[in-house]
């Protein structure tokens, strides 16, 4: 077990233990939220077929050549090419057709006119400036050709993800099944909301928040519990959601004090225990460790706490355990937007957004930045990791950004 550890390396300590789930079929109304289980290649052109990208007449561009206001090259309207219809050849020189969005090009056409830009009459077209091969139209494959890769493998499947396989005929998706994850919030002093509030007593809001968090990132957050500050009692509910849970996030009892419970329940259960504290404020106490097949992820008590570790240590890991290959946080450099004056020994974790004047970025600090806060998480975009110091930090000092 390291004590104290650096986040790169709790982080890395456990996504070197997590392995994503299995794998499962789901029907392609239901894959929305899932994660791509396999890489996929296109099994046809997209679009299948050359077709109009306006309302308007499908003729031959070569036809239009010097064409003008005052002398108009004229068309004869030989039919109508509807959205699902089958396009026939153009019959003839000088001919064209009333075209719909999305209807296959006749043969023999080569561009579209809108309406808005042309008159015409029940049967003749006028057209008074030069036309180009392929204008208004969108041709076989222009956006994807038939074997080009289409989705890759750890794919988080968003609507459009789901667009693409509908379009290549898919009806169904191999996706990993969705991670089993339980909530154990351990601490004598919490109440559930709705009962009464007794004096000393405080309402547990990390069940909540940590149970939506799970959901947001497409977990099973079946088992939401609370146990008062005993050892004994700890260690039997770990054991017991260990079994079945892939995934358990603990809040309170991480700390060194005379009712924190965590470490000592977890090598009552028999636990590896993975690190132990984290050089991180705040956050720092977190504990990972590997119960059987289970992770652990302890965060303290302190709900803002608990969130900044949630972000910084938990997150990569859950995306991990639920197949996705963009686990790991993407990153920019960006100046503060104000001065910071509280000085650190350990890395600090500001939570806030990003704000851009000009073609500038920035990183803004938000206010309720406490161990017990959760304000500041409100409207969140980002976190930015301060370097350890002992002076205060001028406004425009460039800090690592984590976008979550």
């Given amino acids: 077990m390291i004590n104290n550890i650096a986040i790169a390396d709790a982080v890395s300590a456990l996504l070197s233990c997590t392995t994503p789930v299995g794998v499962e079929e789901a029907a392609l109304f239901e894959a929305g939220g899932r994660v791509l289980a396999e890489d996929l290649t296109a099994k046809a052109d997209l679009p299948p077929f050359h077709r109009s990208a306006y309302d308007g007449f499908a003729l031959r561009s070569a036809g239009t050549a010097g064409a003008s206001d005052a002398s108009p090259a004229v068309f004869r309207i030989a039919g109508t090419v509807a959205a699902g219809d089958f396009s026939t050849a153009l019959p003839e020189e000088g001919c064209c057709v009333r075209i719909m969005t999305g209807a296959p090009l006749p043969e023999g056409a080569d561009c579209v006119i809108n309406f808005e830009r042309v008159t015409w009459t029940e049967s003749t077209l006028f057209v008074t400036a030069p036309l180009c091969a392929g204008q208004n139209v969108d041709r076989r494959g222009d956006e994807i050709c038939a074997g080009a890769p289409l989705l890759e493998k750890g794919s988080f499947l968003t609507p459009p993800h789901l667009g693409l396989l509908a379009s290549q005929g898919a009806d169904r998706a191999a996706v990993y099944r969705k991670p089993r994850a339980a909530v154990l919030s351990t601490g004598s002093e919490l109440v559930q909301p709705g009962l009464p509030l007794s004096p000393g007593k405080i309402y547990d809001s990390n069940l909540f928040v940590f149970r939506a968090l799970l959901e947001q990132e497409g977990c099973i957050a079946a088992h939401c519990g609370q146990v008062a500050d005993d050892a004994d009692s700890i260690c039997s509910a770990l054991r017991e959601l260990a079994c079945g849970n892939d995934l358990i996030i603990t809040t309170g009892g991480a700390s ?63 995306r991990k355990l639920s197949g996705r290959n963009d686990y790991v946080l993407r990153e920019r450099k960006l100046p503060l937007a104000r001065s910071f004056h509280k000085t650190c020994p350990h890395p600090r974790i500001l939570k806030g957004h990003i704000e851009t004047q000009g073609s500038e970025a920035r990183f803004v600090a938000h206010e309720g930045q406490k161990n017990n806060m959760l304000s500041s998480f409100l409207n969140m975009n980002a976190l930015a990791e301060l370097p350890p110091t002992d002076t205060p930090l001028p406004a425009g000092t460039l800090v690592r950004v984590l976008l979550p």
């Fill in 256 to 318: 060194v004090g005379d009712k924190d419970y965590i470490l000592t329940a977890l090598e009552q259960a028999g636990a590896q225990i993975l690190f132990y504290h984290v050089r991180m404020k705040p956050g720092s106490c977190c504990l990972g460790a590997k119960l059987g097949e289970c992770l652990v992820i302890s965060l303290s008590g302190n709900p803002g706490a608990a969130m900044t570790a949630w972000y910084l240590i938990a997150l990569p890991v859950v």
